[in-house]
Structure formats: structure tokens, C-alpha cells
């Protein structure tokens, strides 16, 4: 398995860039990944990128939250595009036509319109739940502490 | 038959099924029978609402021949992770858990181009409220709310979730089946979902009954031959 030379990492650290994610270990083989076993995929941690070389191919194995992350953004990049695209046509249609007041104002409307939502909206949580305050009998006699409590995944081992 | 007639026999064919509440009224009667503790030890019994993720698969190791058309991906109910879903215009991030629920077959791949969710709310131990909405949830309640069990990845302090009907999240089909998969629904989960999903979009009260029976023109003449 090949790992980052530490003298790199730093440098590594600062190449994150918006989509924060820094190359990770790296296997020139099937085989050499198979003999890394679970420890070699341990060293893809959050935020890294392993690589993996099978003969012409050349495969990238992220975590899970990671490429849920990035699949997120590029969902939102086609919101972003359609902006872009209103604002150009508008500038577009007002260099062949300068002297339309309607034009410009077009323009205008498309530039404010885009400069209102500099960043797309998103949210990481919802309010939290307030009780309906219907009747039941009783809140008490309920255990609260998850590891007291039966898991519909035991025995499963994955 | 007449078409009136006939239309009139459709209608009560259907009124006893497309509305039917009954479902959810069995699910409480069924929480209602246990002890609290022996609610939470049933529900959260493995495979009863939840189980790990089913895949093509386990079908095979079960007898049941997976045909190219029925080549699924992920099921209905099917427990996910996604940051490609939006609600009311915002994209929801932060790693959130949501519930499938479109029909399996509307989810294949190359058939629908969106998708519907629901979105999980893990309800915490330190909140002020836990106990209470543990109960409310227990007792299945609400028409708003499902109980589900905690989940692999759920804050550590997390005794269950509350899956949230007040509200849907879209996705688009094609990243709703990249999104990471927690879990399935299992047997008695998949039916409770189906009952919660009915009983959100299609309750009835008699006063809508009798307000549309009365301005459906075709009925009144049907009406008025029965007596």
C-alpha cells in the first residue's frame, strides 16, 4: 500500500479547495488492496480520497458522507447554472440593444435577481419536535438510554 | 346498468377501501396491548420495523428470482442518507436520514424522474420533551409522526427516531439512488409506512363525504331511487 509521505501532508492540507477533499493512500493493484485489508480502507478517513489501479482503470473510494456531500453540491451547481445562464442572456440581448430601456431594465432585474442569493439555501436541521399532547397512558416506564435497548441490527455483523 | 348507476356502484366499491383509516386503528390497538418497556423491546426487535438494508441479493438467498424489469435498487421505506434532497427550496445537508416513499417499482432505475421523502428527526435523550414524545410516538398516535428505532450513525444519546409526515423532501430519482443506504424497512415497518403514507394524504371526515355526495350531480338521481 502507498501511503502519503509525511513531509507531504501539509501541503497536501492546503489543496483541499472548496470541494475539501485531499488525496488519501493510494494501491497500484487489486492484490496489494486485498492484502491491505480493512486497515488499508481504514486509512481513508473523512475528507480523504484513496485511489485504487487495476490495470488501465483507475477507481477513487471515498467515505460515504463525503460522496454524499459531493453529489449534494453538484446537485446544486444546476441551480447556480440557470442564474448564470438568465444574467448572460440578459447582458446579451442588452449589447445588441444598449439604448432599450426595457433591456437594461431586463438586465438589471437579472444582475439584483443573482446578487440576492449569493449562496443557495440550504439547512442541516430541523426544529425540534414539540409533543402533540394527545392523550397516551403516561410517559413513564420508557427506557431513554440507547444502550439499554434492543437494536433491530444485532446480530448483524454487516 | 345505467352510466349513473354503474358510476354510483364504483363509488361504493371504492368508499370502503380508498379512504380506509382501519389500518392505523389496528397498529394502535396493537401498541395498546403491550406493556410500555414491551413496546419498545417489540418495535425495536430486529426486522420487526427495521432491518439492514435488503439487496438483490437476499432475495436470491430467499428463492425469489430477481427478473432484469424487477432489478431493484433500493425499496420503499428504505432508510437513506443524502444531501441531493430539498425542502421548500432549501437543500437539506448535515448528513440527515430520510425514508423513501414512493413505491419500489417508481424508484427502478430509467422510470420516474423524482421521488418523494420523508424525513427522520432523531429524538434525544437530553431533550426536555424526550419522554413524552417517546410515548406519543410509542402509542403510534399521531398521523404526523412513525416511530422508528435508533439507527446506525443516530447521535449516540438517541433512543429512537420520529419519522416526520409534516413536510416531503424531493429528490431527483437519479441521486436518490446514489444515496447511501442505512437500512430497510422490515415486514410490519413496510405496512405501517404504507398505513401512515394513506392515512397522511387520504383522511377523510363525514362531513367532506356528505358535502361531496351531495354536489355530485350523478349521485342525486341514485339517491333518490334508494330511498
Not at chain 1, 482503470?57 to 458522507?65: E, F, G, H
Not at chain 2, 419498545?40 to 430467499?62: H, K, M, W, Y
Not at chain 2, 442518507?81 to 445537508?93: D, P, Q, S
Request: aromatic share 6%; hydrophobic share 40%; glycine share 8%.
Amino acid at each position: 500500500m502507498e501511503m502519503q509521505p509525511s513531509s507531504l501532508m501539509s501541503l497536501n492540507d492546503q489543496l483541499c479547495g472548496p470541494v475539501g477533499l485531499r488525496p488519501g493512500p493510494s494501491w497500484p493493484s487489486f492484490d496489494k488492496f486485498r492484502l491491505a485489508g480493512p486497515a488499508g480502507l481504514e486509512q481513508i478517513t473523512p475528507g480523504t480520497v484513496g485511489t485504487l489501479q487495476i490495470k488501465s482503470n483507475s477507481y477513487v473510494i471515498l467515505r460515504s458522507a463525503d460522496y454524499q456531500r459531493l453529489v449534494g453540491l453538484a446537485a446544486d451547481v444546476e441551480r447556480v447554472a440557470n442564474g448564470f445562464t438568465l444574467v448572460r442572456q440578459a447582458a446579451l440581448a442588452f449589447a445588441s440593444h444598449p439604448d432599450d430601456p426595457d433591456v437594461k431594465g431586463t438586465l438589471l432585474q437579472a444582475v439584483t435577481y443573482s446578487g440576492q442569493s449569493p449562496a443557495l439555501p440550504t439547512r442541516d436541521q430541523h426544529p425540534p419536535l414539540e409533543p402533540e399532547g394527545f392523550e397516551t397512558d403516561g410517559d413513564d416506564g420508557y427506557e431513554l438510554d440507547p444502550l439499554r435497548l434492543r437494536s433491530p441490527m444485532e446480530g448483524w455483523d454487516g | 346498468m345505467s352510466s349513473a348507476a354503474s358510476l354510483a356502484r364504483l363509488e361504493e366499491d371504492l368508499s370502503a377501501l380508498s379512504h380506509d383509516e382501519s389500518p392505523l386503528k389496528v397498529v394502535q390497538d396493537f401498541a395498546k396491548s403491550l406493556g410500555k418497556r414491551e413496546r419498545q423491546d417489540v418495535f425495536n426487535g430486529p426486522g420487526v420495523l427495521v432491518r439492514p438494508a435488503i439487496r438483490p441479493e437476499d432475495a436470491s438467498g430467499v428463492g425469489l428470482e430477481v427478473a432484469q424489469r424487477d432489478a431493484f435498487v433500493l425499496l420503499q421505506g428504505d432508510l437513506i442518507v443524502t444531501e441531493a434532497a430539498y425542502f421548500l427550496g432549501e437543500r437539506l445537508t448535515g448528513t440527515q436520514k430520510f425514508a423513501v416513499a414512493n413505491s419500489t417499482c417508481d424508484v427502478m432505475p430509467n422510470r420516474r424522474e423524482n421521488a418523494v421523502l420523508f424525513h427522520l428527526q432523531p429524538i434525544r435523550a437530553s431533550e426536555p420533551n424526550a419522554k413524552q414524545l417517546l410515548g406519543e410516538l410509542l402509542a403510534f398516535g399521531s398521523t404526523r409522526r412513525m416511530y422508528l428505532p435508533a439507527l446506525p450513525g443516530d447521535p449516540s444519546d438517541s433512543p429512537c427516531n420520529a419519522l416526520n409526515f409534516d413536510g416531503v423532501a424531493q429528490i431527483q430519482t437519479c441521486n436518490l439512488l446514489t444515496a447511501t443506504r442505512v437500512a430497510s424497512l422490515g415486514l410490519v415497518g413496510w405496512r405501517i409506512l404504507a398505513s401512515m403514507i394513506r392515512t397522511n394524504l387520504c383522511r377523510i371526515t363525514d362531513f367532506e363525504i356528505e358535502l361531496r355526495n351531495r354536489l355530485w350531480p350523478g349521485q342525486r338521481g341514485v339517491l333518490a331511487s334508494r330511498g
